[in-house]
C-alpha cells in the first residue's frame, strides 16, 4: 500500500527521539532546535502523524513550546549504565520538577546492556525513588528493557548491530533473563505503574511468553517500534500473532524509534513499514529507503491487515488513555 491509502486515523508516534541520551545536550541552540522542529514537522505532515512523544533531555520540551499541539515531551532519566549522570538524586524533587516544567512522562530511559561494572540494576535502591514516584504521581514511563536475543550470539548479531557495539558476547555483560528479572521486580513492586516497554520487550521470538507476560503484569504495554526482528518474527506465525494483536489491542502502541539523525526519506519508511505491516496483508521488504538500522531479511514480512477498531487503539487510543488526550502546558515561568 502507498502511504496515501492507509486509514485516515489519529495517528500519535510514542517513540521518537531528539538529541543524546543524557544530560550532556540539555540545551540546544536556535538554530539547532529550528532546525529540529522543521524536521519533526515535516516528518508529521508527510508521514500522516497526528502527534509524537519526543524523548532527548530538555529537547523535546523546547518543541512542544513552539508547536503545543503536536508534541509530547519525556523527562530524563538516565539509564543502568549512566547513573553517574544523576548522582544521589532526590527522586520526589526531581519528578515533580519535571512534571511541573511540563513533561507528560519519563523516557525513554531503561537497561540497554551495558557491561555489568557500568550496570546499576533496575530494581536497585538508586531507581527505588523514581518508580515509587511515577507510580503514586501516575507519570508515564518509556522503557527499554534489554536487546534482541541474537544480539547476545557472535553467530546470529547481524553485522549492523556488530558494527554499532551493540553485542554482548565480547565480554561480561548481564544476560537478557537477568535484565528481565530485574524488570518484573519493578512490576510486582509497583502494579499501578504506568509503563511501556519498547520494541515489544523484545519478546517476539515467542508469542506465549508475551502473552504470559502482559497477563501477570495488567499495567505492561508494549510499543512497536522497530527492532525489524519484531516484524520478521511475527511475520513468521502471522495468523497466530494476529490474534494477539486482536486480543492485546489496549497494551500495544505504534512507535518507530526516528531519530534526528536519520534523513527525512529514512523517517518515513519506518512509519510506512509499520502502517503497512499493520494495515494491509502485503507480503514486503525492507525498502531501499529505509536506514541501515533495519535488517534486510530474506524473507518478506506479512502484514497483519487489524480491524479499523483494533487500528484505532493502537495508533492513538492507546497512548491518550495513559499519556493524556492532550500534551500538557509547559511552565514557560520556570527559568
Known amino acids: 500500500m502507498e502511504l496515501s491509502q492507509f486509514r485516515d486515523l489519529p495517528v500519535i508516534d510514542c517513540h521518537v527521539h531528539l538529541g543524546s541520551f543524557g544530560l550532556k545536550e540539555i540545551g540546544v541552540s536556535e538554530k539547532e532546535s529550528k532546525q529540529q522542529s522543521e524536521f519533526m514537522i515535516e516528518v508529521i505532515q508527510k508521514g500522516r502523524l497526528s502527534g509524537m512523544y519526543l524523548t532527548g533531555a530538555d529537547a523535546g520540551l523546547q518543541l512542544k513550546a513552539m508547536y503545543p499541539n503536536f508534541f509530547y515531551a519525556g523527562g530524563f532519566v538516565p539509564w543502568s549504565c549512566a547513573t553517574d549522570l544523576l548522582p544521589n538524586v532526590d527522586w520526589p524533587s526531581y519528578i515533580d520538577a519535571l512534571f511541573k516544567a511540563g513533561f507528560d512522562g519519563i523516557g525513554e530511559t531503561g537497561s540497554k546492556p551495558c557491561p555489568r561494572e557500568k550496570h546499576v540494576r533496575l530494581d536497585s535502591d538508586y531507581y527505588q525513588g523514581f518508580w515509587d514516584h511515577c507510580e503514586s504521581l501516575g507519570f508515564p514511563v518509556l522503557c527499554h528493557v534489554a536487546d534482541p536475543e541474537e544480539f547476545w550470539d557472535e553467530e546470529t548479531a547481524p553485522e549492523w548491530a556488530k558494527k554499532q557495539n551493540w553485542v554482548y558476547y565480547r565480554g561480561d555483560y548481564p544476560p537478557k533473563e537477568e535484565l528481565y528479572k530485574e524488570m518484573e521486580n519493578v512490576l510486582e513492586r509497583h502494579p499501578s505503574l504506568k509503563i511501556v516497554f519498547c520494541h515489544f520487550y523484545f519478546m517476539t521470538a515467542d508469542l506465549e511468553r508475551a502473552a504470559d ?7 505492561a504495554n508494549f510499543d ?15 495468523d ?9 489491542q489496549d497494551r500495544i502502541f505504534f512507535g518507530t524509534d526516528i531519530a534526528i539523525w536519520q534523513t527525512l526519506s529514512e523517517a518515513i519508511a519506518r512509519i510506512w513499514m509499520i502502517r503497512n505491516f499493520l494495515e494491509s496483508d502485503e507480503a514486503f521488504y525492507t525498502p531501499p529507503t529505509a536506514d541501515y538500522l533495519l535488517t534486510r531479511y530474506n524473507e518478506p514480512f506479512v502484514g497483519l491487515k487489524l480491524p479499523d477498531g483494533v487500528l484505532r487503539r493502537i495508533y492513538a487510543e492507546n497512548f491518550q488513555r495513559i499519556w493524556g488526550k492532550e500534551p500538557r502546558k509547559v511552565n514557560l515561568e520556570l527559568p
Open 213 to 219: 507476560f502482559l497477563n501477570c503484569y495488567p499495567n
Open 240 to 248: 497466530d500473532w494476529r490474534g494477539f494483536f486482536v486480543k492485546y
Open 224 to 238: 512497536l517500534s522497530l527492532g525489524i526482528e519484531l516484524m520478521h518474527n511475527i511475520s513468521r506465525w502471522r
